[in-house]
């Protein structure tokens, strides 16, 4: 299936989750990342009860604080 992983197109195994794209993916700090599924938020919990379609598009986002 085709999903468009942080603005490209690329190819995966039919029936993965957010949780095995993010391993695929070699997310940096899996922990703090805030995915975006199809311009919708999904709750880290649900990262593994999260199957893909194809043309599903997926951002990484990481929130970062700072300042004085």
Do not use: C, H, Q
Not at 26 to 38: D, E, F, G, Q, S
């Amino acid at each position: 299936m085709t999903l468009t992983v942080t603005g490209v197109l690329k190819e995966y195994p039919e029936g993965i989750n957010l949780s095995r794209l993010i391993e695929l993916e070699k997310v940096a700090t899996p922990m703090y990342v805030t995915v975006a599924l199809n311009d919708d938020f999904v709750e880290s919990g649900g990262f593994g009860s999260t199957a893909l379609k194809d043309g599903d598009k997926v951002e990484f986002l990481y929130f970062m604080g700072g300042g004085r």
